[in-house]
DNA sequence: CTAGATATAGGACGATTGTCCTAATGCAGG
DNA sequence: CCTGCATTAGGACAATCGTCCTATATCTAG
């Protein structure tokens, strides 16, 4: 019983040091070596707990998926406007400013690393993107996007990872605030629209 | 002389190899081997042409930065309206489209790795990125922007960067057609609200 | 206290990495 | 034909990769 308790304590470490790693060197540039030394185990112990290098991938992307949905489920409870919800998405970029400008964003970056390697856990990594993809979507909908709740949601999502890889090429953080506010002007902008019958302000 | 010429050709030819190569799979996953077997010289043969694997790598990135700034020289020429000129830059998504959702953008792509990497050239490729800018800017400027043209610049070369990571990881190319429609709409509002000289549009 | 399962450390393994060396080849100018 | 330079092929080199094996340590169950 304790024993099993301090087993997936390792494990749980190791799942964590290499969710780290890969993110800020990534997946192929991260050796065993690597991660032993960041946990502090002996490099042969790997095998105790995962059989190949992949597992701990898998396990890293699992562990990734846990804790995004428990943090779109926190959104999903303690913001009470589905629209004020959709701004605390966009504000991630802000939150975690520091680490995008180093390394980017954890979803895009793996996902676009592991399309090059042709991983087979590339649409493990893609589901990443749909987790907030649903969640997103779900919030339009809320709103009343109806049809358009998944472009809608598709759309800030290519918007949000367009920011992190230029915020990171150039080291950038007036840039990426400047793309944060003309997010959330672009939210009022459709929200605003959504209450106008015709299309006069268009045209 | 003869031979200077020969030696340049298989110069280019290891180059053009490894461009492709650090594309499709990226630069640290592109091994010495794959480019020999490639070009289908020795492995050993490299250091004639190249100290090292980053000489081989600064090398690519000039050929793009090269091949990046006639297409834009070209399409200066050629177009004669900067706003047509601009849509020209957005349709590369439609146009390399197949690439894209393969393998994503080649100046996003190699700018995270070499980020990741901690490596020296990064400044070299977010360099390719400043290339895309600065014209993009230069049109902006034309058609009367001024002082916005930089932040416009960024703004669809962000957009650009966002669909390409996007219609990477779900492989979907109504998304990349429907956003590069977007910008398009987008390039006319702002080229519309231009010429408006009060808000009442926006109020 | 003992037996057995589990966790760990450390090293061996074949393969592959980037790099370097040397011998052979091809071709130019004298 | 010969000499010299540029180009090439092929292998050696140490280091590192992911993987695996085995002996030791640790801890629980009986």
Same mark, same amino acid.
């Given at each position: 019983?304790?024993?099993?308790?301090?087993?997936?304590?390792?494990?749980?470490?190791?799942?964590?040091?290499?969710?780290?790693?890969?993110?800020?060197?990534?997946?192929?540039?991260?050796?065993?070596?690597?991660?032993?030394?960041?946990?502090?185990?002996?490099?042969?112990?790997?095998?105790?707990?995962?059989?190949?290098?992949?597992?701990?991938?898998?396990?890293?992307?699992?562990?990734?998926?846990?804790?995004?949905?428990?943090?779109?489920?926190?959104?999903?409870?303690?913001?009470?406007?589905?629209?004020?919800?959709?701004?605390?998405?966009?504000?991630?970029?802000?939150?975690?400013?520091?680490?995008?400008?180093?390394?980017?964003?954890?979803? *895009?970056?793996? +996902?676009? &690393? #592991? !399309?090059?390697?042709?991983?087979?856990?590339?649409?493990?990594? /893609?589901? $990443?993107?749909?987790?907030?993809?649903?969640?997103?979507?779900?919030?339009?909908?809320?709103?009343?996007? *109806?049809?358009? +709740?998944? &472009? #809608? !949601?598709?759309?800030?999502?290519?918007?949000?990872?367009?920011? /992190?890889? $230029?915020?990171?090429?150039?080291?950038?953080?007036?840039?990426?605030?400047?793309?944060?506010?003309?997010?959330?002007?672009?939210?009022?902008?459709?929200?605003?629209?959504?209450?106008?019958?015709?299309?006069?302000?268009?045209?």
């Amino acid at each position: 019983m304790i024993d099993r308790e301090m087993a997936l304590e390792t494990r749980d470490r190791i799942i964590e040091a290499a969710d780290l790693l890969f993110y800020q060197h990534g997946f192929e540039a991260t050796s065993f070596a690597d991660i032993a030394s960041a946990v502090g185990i002996s490099r042969g112990n790997f095998y105790h707990h995962f059989k190949t290098k992949d597992d701990i991938l898998d396990s890293v992307i699992n562990r990734r998926l846990a804790n995004t949905e428990q943090m779109l489920d926190r959104w999903e409870v303690t913001g009470s406007d589905p629209a004020e919800r959709i701004r605390s998405f966009i504000h991630i970029l802000i939150v975690n400013g520091e680490k995008i400008r180093k390394f980017g964003c954890p979803v *895009g970056t793996l +996902s676009s &690393e #592991l !399309a090059k390697l042709n991983h087979a856990a590339k649409s493990d990594a /893609a589901a $990443l993107f749909t987790l907030f993809r649903s969640w997103l979507r779900r919030q339009f909908d809320r709103l009343g996007f *109806g049809d358009r +709740s998944d &472009e #809608l !949601a598709m759309h800030i999502l290519g918007r949000s990872q367009g920011v /992190a890889i $230029l915020a990171n090429a150039f080291d950038d953080d007036g840039f990426l605030h400047h793309e944060v506010d003309l997010m959330c002007a672009w939210l009022d902008d459709q929200i605003a629209g959504l209450t106008t019958t015709n299309n006069s302000i268009r045209e």
